[in-house]
């Protein structure tokens, strides 16, 4: 027997055939106004919605992914439930779609094999011959009338439940009792495809295809089922279409079964691989998350914090590694602690016991030079270079003293409210003997109301007196402006050159100790190079800021920031650190398309969440940090504090031009 069409899969009605789709449907209102943008958009009706809809899903989901980003554990745990949940699935469907293929090939086999015998047994008693004492003979016409009725329950009696048959005519005009259709079972006639039919009609050969069998009683519910049929001739030589129906009932229940235990130990499986995820995890994570405790604790200092080791497996070793690092740690810490100490110690002992031995010397350099009148050029000379480095040598003293107290916690700030602009004034007046020699003008600016603040007016003068020096200094004899201002909660001193300015990278460094913009060049200018080291300490004390700006050939700007009120946090600054006047030229030449890519480069030190409080142009600034949280704070060179006494000599006046290459 041939088969004929492709048979669908079970519980599908008839022969699978391909359906045209239908006319689409057009998009509903809600979808028009979601593609055309205007649920999105700001200013039309509804248009916050979609985000108002997006932060009350989200929400509740943030505590969720904050804890997914931060448990390792739980992602590896859920990433294996997911990729075994996965390889389950796919194998359920493999065992699931080979088991199917089993059981209806299985079942196709024996049907068609059933179905062969039935078509050749109605062959057969089509094709007996009428004759005396035959059983048909004896009444041929009764035979005719009742002869498919007979051949349908003859066929059916051997397969109670097991199939059913079906006997249609072949033509139209089969509504005769002699030709009406026979079945067995109580089976609906409907339940033929018609395009079974029809490829019974055309075709010489047996056909099948998987069907839902229905009942006429409507007692019981339609069944998946297959139906093999071809077409014959009945005893009067009429073609009639024979079908055998083979319910699947069984063989569903068994799909069922199967499915339902895949299922089970699918789920098991799952569980099974999460608690051992979970487990292996653990092994590993426990250890990771108490080494990364130790180590928080290591770092607030707590050095003395070591893991618990068990075992001799990798965690145990890496645990042992991390003991001794640890270990290395607290003792290298312990002898820097200790350096650190003996050097601020023995600075502290040397600058106090070199007093007295410099106050004797200072003694006697002030009588020989009182009495250089009397002495030959040569040795007047060497009075006065005498006099000069004995006042730096105690500028040095005082400097190293003071940074002592700094780094052994002991400096006190006497806080009391000041008039910052009574301070500029002190501090212009000691500058402007060292000005007119180098040619500049002190201008200020913002004076013109009060700049009152709780400050220590000493060390403010100090650190002012350092910044208006070293401006001189720097400035190549053009003018130094010092701006003042106040706003909110802070105060602040603005000191602005135009000389030789600071290279990128350097406004972070001017504050170290001892630091130089060219180490190869010898200190000439006068200075410590401690004096924005102390400057920054100063500031610190205060609560507040010394920040640095420069461009090369465009100067720099040194700003110092005060709370107005002592313990006050700082908030912003009521200067901006990049002078309006840089700002605007850099502008200005941008405009006009002869910027030369980062001619002009910002090297200020960012501050931590601070922000001026001055408008800012359109271009923001980089951001700006405290100099004071930085390690290793330091200092430029600064020439000729307040106080030294005398001219510059002569020998060094022609040196003083050379360092001007930013030897702060």
């Not at 048979?7 to 028009?32: D, H, M, N, Q, Y």
């Not at 810490?333 to 600075?347: A, D, H, N």
């Amino acid at each position: 027997m041939s088969n004929g069409s492709v048979a669908p899969k079970p519980g599908e009605p008839g022969v699978r055939t391909g359906r045209a789709a239908g006319p689409g449907r057009g998009p509903s209102r809600f979808g028009r106004l979601l593609h055309g943008g205007r649920l999105l958009q700001e200013n039309a009706p509804g248009g916050p919605v979609p985000r108002l809809v997006m932060r009350w899903v989200r929400r509740p989901l943030l505590p969720a992914m904050r804890l997914w980003r931060r448990n390792i554990q739980l992602r590896v745990v859920v990433s294996t439930l997911l990729m075994s949940l996965g390889v389950v699935v796919l194998l359920g469907f493999v065992v699931i779609g080979q088991v199917r293929n089993g059981l209806l090939d299985a079942k196709g086999k024996a049907a068609q094999s059933q179905a062969a015998g039935g078509f050749a047994v109605a062959r057969e008693k089509a094709n007996a011959p009428i004759g005396p004492g035959g059983g048909q003979g004896d009444n041929a016409a009764g035979n005719a009338r009742t002869w498919r009725s007979d051949l349908v329950v003859q066929l059916s009696s051997g397969g109670q439940g097991a199939f059913n048959v079906v006997a249609l005519s072949a033509d139209a005009q089969g509504a005769g009792t002699s030709r009406a259709p026979r079945t067995s079972g109580g089976v609906d006639p409907a339940s033929i495809p018609q395009g079974l039919r029809d490829a019974v009609r055309q075709g010489g050969g047996t056909f099948e295809t998987y069907l839902s069998i229905r009942y006429t009683d409507n007692v019981v519910d339609p069944e998946p089922g297959l139906v093999v049929g071809t077409q014959l001739n009945d005893i009067e030589g009429n073609p009639y279409e024979l079908y055998y129906l083979f319910p699947l009932a069984q063989e569903e229940q068994s799909l069922n079964l199967v499915r339902g235990t895949l299922a089970t130990a699918g789920l098991f499986v799952v569980v099974l691989l999460g608690a051992i995820a979970w487990l292996v995890v653990r092994q590993i994570v426990t250890p990771v998350r108490m080494a990364a405790g130790i180590a928080e604790r290591l770092a607030a200092g707590r050095l003395q914090e070591r893991m618990k080791v068990t075992g001799e497996d990798d965690i145990a070793r890496l645990g042992e590694a991390f003991n001794k690092m640890a270990q290395n740690l607290q003792l290298k810490i312990q002898q820097l602690e200790e350096l650190s100490r003996m050097q601020r110690r023995f600075v502290s002992d040397v600058s106090h016991e070199l007093r007295t031995p410099l106050t004797t010397v200072r003694m006697a350099a002030d009588v020989i030079h009182e009495a250089r009148s009397d002495f030959d050029p040569v040795t007047a000379r060497s009075a006065e270079l005498l006099g000069d480095q004995l006042d730096r040598f105690e500028s040095l003293l005082s400097d190293l003293l003071e940074i002592s107290r700094f780094d052994a916690g002991a400096a006190a700030l006497e806080a009391e409210p000041i008039d910052l602009r009574e301070v500029v004034r002190r501090v212009i007046g000691g500058a402007e003997p060292l000005a007119e020699r180098k040619g500049s003008r002190i201008r200020v600016v913002g004076d013109e109301q009060p700049v009152v603040a709780e400050a220590d007016a000493r060390r403010v003068e100090r650190v002012l007196r350092n910044l208006v020096v070293n401006a001189v200094e720097h400035g190549d004899g053009k003018d130094v402006v010092v701006r003042m201002a106040v706003a909110g909660g802070a105060v602040a001193v603005a000191v602005r050159d135009y000389g030789v300015g600071l290279k990128p990278g350097e406004a972070t460094r001017v504050f170290n100790r001892f630091w130089r913009a060219d180490p190869a060049r010898a200190r000439t200018t006068g200075g410590t190079g401690l004096g924005l080291s102390i400057a920054v300490e100063d500031a610190r004390l205060h609560g507040g800021w010394l920040q640095a700006w420069g461009e090369p050939g465009g100067g720099s700007q040194f700003r110092l920031t005060l709370p107005r009120t002592a313990d006050e946090p700082l908030r912003g600054s009521p200067i901006p650190l990049e002078p309006e006047d840089s700002r605007q030229n850099r502008e200005r030449a941008a405009s006009s398309g002869k910027s030369e890519g980062n001619g002009h480069r910002m090297t200020s030190v960012p501050v931590q969440g601070a922000s001026d409080l001055s408008p800012l142009p359109p271009r923001t600034a980089p951001p700006e940090v405290d100099p004071t949280a930085l390690p290793g704070n330091g200092s430029r060179v600064v020439a000729r504090q307040a106080g030294e006494r005398g001219d510059l000599p002569a020998a060094r006046a022609s040196s003083e031009r050379e360092d001007t290459t930013r030897g702060r």
